[in-house]
């Protein structure tokens, strides 16, 4: 067997034993049958490859821990063709996810109540309302990955410490820098999240794809709930306002922040629950996007340079691009992570690259305005959280741009794209925390 094969079994094997019945006798004739299956389809013809995700599928005995392994290392075709969720788990797993939904719901409803109480103001809740769902969010993976205890003293003392110091800071009331954490302390937490979804595989370059795939998911999730949330919550106040006139009220005040809330571990749950139909709505959705925010950024790079108004975006048009920005990354990230590696540079890619090219062109028009402002106005935190940001973009767009172009001219593989995004990830994580931790301070928490 090929030495790439060999690797798998060993993986695979490592996989097996972290079952709790599953002694090393039991995994050595496991593997044995694994081997004499492998060995059979080669025979018929097929790559060493094939024949060990076929015969990895074919051992029906050991479902439970083979979807596991699907799940740690992540490959599509292995999820195909592996992950068929036991019967007697997918109980298990609902009853964990409704009760971590549950005690979210608790915590957003705790913390709104004493916001109410308060006499002081409620500002804080805008900074820490990412430390009441995000945690519980990495709670709920840790209890589903079991993972090690000392992975989760580590995370535990990241998430206490992050709480402590951003709630210790002397912000002044109505502060840009109590704004630049509300926004930059949700980025971080979902890293931490990230740090348990992955688990071992943290200098993984495929798991790091994982998490990334699993975040464009759940965001699609999370956005069919919310749609879904407010046409109930319309049609309910349309209902009930001619019969309870407070109804809205209650709604507002209890409902909405709930869902909204329990909906971060529903999503997740979906996600892992429902691979399958997600996987192939996903793709769906990126590819009809990309071609359409292509169209519109080239609209727009041209629109905007031929008008000579790169001096004059205010301050709301800079986070508009910037988000869009993030949006186009995201789509293009998530398109080619989606994608056959092996398949040669196509029409969408093609897509991709334009969109790329005028996504530079406008975030470099969004540079010379910003450093035109901070000549004549100085720096402020937000200036410079916002500079900081778009030099980091315009450098991972410049070398997704090289990588896409390498892709059609030298027909380079699309795992150099996917191993430039996933090693560029510690870099925004980075440039987050800095913002988090280093500007409050440094501008007087103003």
């Known amino acids: ?129 990412s430390l009441l769902v995000l945690p519980a969010l990495a709670a709920y993976f840790a209890v589903l990955r079991r993972t090690a205890w000392r992975r989760i003293a580590v995370v535990a003392a990241i998430v206490v410490a992050l709480a402590v110091t951003v709630n210790l800071f002397p912000f002044e009331p109505g502060a840009a820098t109590s704004g630049l954490v509300a926004i ?11 740090a348990i979804y992955v688990g071992e595989g943290i200098r993984s370059p495929a798991r790091r794809m994982d998490f990334i795939r699993f975040s464009g998911e759940w965001l699609v999730y999370y956005a069919l709930i919310a749609l879904g949330g407010a046409v109930l919550v319309g049609l309910a106040g349309l209902v009930l306002t001619p019969v309870a006139p407070s109804a809205m009220q209650y709604i507002g005040e209890w409902v909405i922040p709930t869902g909204a809330g329990a909906a971060v571990i529903v999503a997740a749950w979906l996600v892992e629950a429902k691979k399958s139909v997600i996987e192939n709505m996903a793709p769906v959705l990126t590819a009809i996007f990309t071609p359409l925010f292509t169209v519109m950024l080239l609209v727009a790079a041209v629109g905007y340079a031929v008008a000579g108004v790169g001096r004059e975006f205010d301050r709301d048009l800079l986070i508009v691009f910037d988000v869009l920005l993030l949006v186009v990354l995201g789509l293009v990230v998530y398109g080619i992570s989606a994608r056959d590696r092996a398949r040669p540079a196509g029409v969408m890619d093609t897509f991709r690259l334009v969109a790329v090219v005028a996504a530079i062109a406008l975030d470099l028009l969004v540079l010379v305005s910003m450093f035109d402002r901070v000549g004549e106005f100085g720096f402020t935190a937000n200036r410079v959280a916002a500079l900081g940001l778009n030099i980091l973009l315009l450098i991972n767009l410049a070398g997704t741009a090289w990588l896409l172009f390498r892709m059609h001219v030298a027909q380079a593989a699309a795992e150099r794209l996917e191993r430039w995004q996933t090693d560029y990830l510690p870099v925004f994580a980075g440039w987050a925390i800095v913002v988090l931790l280093v500007l409050p301070p440094l501008f007087g928490f103003a």
Do not use: Y
Request: charged share 25%; proline share 3%.
């Open 1 to 129: 067997m090929s030495a790439v094969v060999e690797q798998q079994i060993e993986r695979w094997r490592t996989a097996v034993l972290r079952g709790p019945a599953m002694t090393a006798g039991d995994a050595d004739e496991l593997e044995s049958h694994l081997r004499d299956q492998i060995a059979e389809l080669e025979a018929t013809g097929l790559s060493g490859d094939e024949a060990f995700l076929i015969a990895m599928r074919r051992l029906g005995q050991v479902d439970t821990v083979t979807a596991e392994f699907a799940r740690e290392h992540g490959e599509r075709l292995w999820k195909q063709l592996a992950m068929v969720e036991p019967e007697d788990r997918a109980p298990r797993r609902m009853g964990i996810m409704i009760g971590f939904a549950a005690l979210v719901a608790v915590l957003v409803q705790i913390a709104r109540l004493a916001v109410e109480s308060s006499a002081g103001g409620g500002e804080w809740i805008l900074r820490d309302m």
């Open 184 to 194: 930059h302390l949700p980025v971080v937490l979902w890293l931490v999240v990230g």
